[in-house]
Structures are given as C-alpha cells and as structure tokens.
C-alpha cells in the first residue's frame, strides 16, 4: 500500500468520519405531503431528529436519478431541498397542515415543547428559506406548553410535543404532550382552550375525529383513549394488551390511525395492531407485524403500517397481509399517502423512500442535516 503521507490532514480525517456517522444516525421522524392542485405528488415535507423542517421536490428528485433509479444498497442520491430551515431546538417530532390550500399553515412540534406555524405560502417563495443550513424563520404561530408549579414556586421542565392534530373548521390545534397531557389550542388567539388529564404515562400519538368533535391518544401506559372535545372527558378507554399485561406483557401504544370515514380505528402496541370498529367499540381483528410498530395510515380498506425493519407492510381489515416492500430505512418512523396513491416512507439515516401506488421505487434520496 503506497502514498504520501506528508500533507496527511489527521484533524479533518477525523473531522470528516464523525460528520459521516452522525448524518447516518439522524433520523426522519415524520413526512407530510404538501397541499397542491396538482393531481400528482410535487412536494414533500420532513421533521428530523436535528430540528429541522424541509421541503423536497419529488419530481426534482427523479429527474435527478441516473436513469430513473436509483440502487439503495449502493448509491444513495443526496438531494437539495426547496426548503430548509432550523424549526426545533432539539428534535422535530410531526408536520401538519392547517388547511388544505396554498394558503395553508405549516405546523411543526418537537423536543423543545412548542408548536410553530408558517404560512406555506410564504415560506415556499422566501428566499432565505434555504440560504444556509441552520437558518431560523420567524414562526407566524409559536405555541410554548404551559409548566406545572412545584414546591416553593418552582417551575417543572417544558413537556415535549410528540404529535400534532388539526381542527381546521374548529380552529383548534391538538398536541400530545410529555406531561401525560393532550391540549387543545386556538389558532386565533394562541390560548390553550382544554387540556385533557387521564392518561398516566406521557403521549406517543393522537388523531383528531372531527366528524364526531373527539380526539383520539395513546400513551406510554399502554391504552389509547377516546375524549370529547366539548367537555373534555373521557369517553372510552381502550386497552388492546388488556389480557397480555395479566401475563405481565408491558407495551405502549405508539401509532394510531383513522380510516377516511373516521369509523375505524387502527391502535398499535408492541409489534401488534388491534383494528376497531368505533360504532360498535368493538375489536375486529389483531394483526401481527413481525417488529414494532412504529407507523401507520389507512389507505380505503387496507392498512400500511411500517416499523423497526425495512418493510413497507400492506393489510386488509381481517389482517391478512397483502404485500411487503423493501425500505431504504432500516426503520421507518414515518408513512405517508398521497391522494394519488404515491407512498413516502421516512426513517433512521435521514432516508426517504418515495413508492408509486403500484409498488415500484420512484426515489430513494436522504435529506439534508443542520
């Protein structure tokens, strides 16, 4: 083995293999699909494990690959983003958007505890959204979780934010917070409006069920709980591992999702989901997973759910499952469906596998880091 070692640069060699590790173990925890009146997927969002938020144009991103694909276990496409910016400090958990137009608000949650809102609008056409790596947007919606007093006036820590809901025609914002509480807030006023105390561990998820003016939680405790969001109770209390924690079984429930017609409920716990038939609060089936859940969404009467594997998971109502794809990340946190069918999943190595509504790779990209 030869070559001259008299210009060898130890410092940026070492420089250079802490930046290769850390952008590996960064980590996308949710992707959103941008409102648009194009029919087809254009623009993607993503929270990641740096804090920031960003945007990517998927046909960019084809256009980008040699000849329209691309070999994940060889050649990963580092693609630019459209948009990027320093949304968290700490970890950024969820993306949502008020409203379902271009004048839509883009929410984000994270470690830090709040919630903050951009005009979507406004943020595609700065140009100082993506001028440098870091950049800090002045939010239009900064929401702060409250702090509960201890003794002697003393001020308990801010509570994470770990998922976000909408209420866009009730004007609300709902949180799953780390205090083991969910909040309602107003947009208008930037008040919470109800806090909703029951659960005994903190939050992982929430849904909002519109249609019935009920929010639906899950939490570390291991039940998921449905609440009405007029008084601010409890109405059912659903325990899917109810008869495995007699056998001293511990889980949580991490994902929950709601079909389109908001009348079934899929609950994760462990490497398992418990499908729920909302009107008759009953339990339909149990489907077995093979990993943690860690993700899912309806897709009409089947069920994509994605977990601590690489596998893009698809389920019919009775469990059975339909079909498995290979994922670009060795986890994925994260599933989104696109009204076209187009599927984006996101996961562990700030890696994005964007999949066509018949199964095949569109692009496989990883995102940009702080």
């Known amino acids: ?3 001259d070692a008299t210009n060898w640069d130890e410092n940026g060699y070492r420089e250079s293999i802490l930046k290769e590790r850390d952008i590996q173990t960064r980590t996308v925890f949710r992707t959103a699909w941008a409102p648009t009146l194009n029919p087809n997927p254009d623009t ?8 920031s938020i960003a945007s990517y144009s998927i046909p960019s991103c084809i256009s980008n690959l040699p000849f329209g694909f691309i070999n994940t276990k060889t050649q990963i496409l580092f693609a630019e983003p459209s948009c990027f910016f320093q949304g968290h400090d700490g970890p950024a958990y969820d993306v949502k958007f008020y409203g379902d ?8 949650c994270g470690d830090d505890g709040r919630i903050q809102g951009w005009r979507w609008k406004e943020l595609v056409g700065s140009k100082d959204s993506s001028s440098l790596p870091g950049n800090k947007i002045k939010p239009l919606l900064d929401l702060v979780n409250p702090q509960q007093k201890g003794p002697w006036g003393a001020l308990s820590p801010i509570p994470e934010n770990n998922a976000i809901a909408v209420d866009s025609k009730g004007g609300s914002v709902f949180s799953a917070s780390g205090d083991s509480c969910a909040y309602s807030w107003d947009v208008e006023t930037g008040k919470v409006k109800m806090v909703f105390k029951g659960h005994l561990d903190y939050l992982h998820c929430l849904v909002a069920r519109n249609s019935s003016s009920q ?3 899950g939490s570390e405790d291991g039940t998921a709980r449905i609440w009405d969001c007029k008084s601010a109770k409890c109405i059912k209390v659903i325990d899917p591992a109810k008869d495995l924690k007699s056998k001293g079984f511990v889980s949580w429930i991490s994902c929950v999702a709601l079909d389109a017609s908001e009348s079934w409920l899929a609950c994760s716990y462990g490497r398992n989901i418990s499908l729920w038939n909302l009107p008759a609060s009953e339990c339909v ?10 993700d899912m969404v309806f897709d009409n009467n089947q069920i994509l759910a994605v977990g601590a594997n690489p596998l893009l998971n698809r389920f019919d109502m009775n469990g059975v499952i339909l079909s498995q794809i290979q994922c670009a990340p060795p986890s994925a946190f994260s599933v989104s469906l696109h009204p076209s069918g187009v599927i984006a999943v996101g996961g562990y190595g700030c890696l994005v596998d964007v999949i066509s509504q018949f199964g095949s790779h569109m692009c496989t990209f990883r995102c940009q880091s702080v």
Do not use: K
């Open 1 to 3: 083995m030869g070559g």
């Open 44 to 51: 993607l969002l993503l929270a990641s494990s740096d804090g």
């Open 101 to 108: 137009d271009e004048n839509a608000l883009l929410l984000s």
């Open 215 to 217: 929010i639906i939680t």
């Open 285 to 294: 089936s149990t489907i077995s997973m093979g990993a943690s859940v860690q």
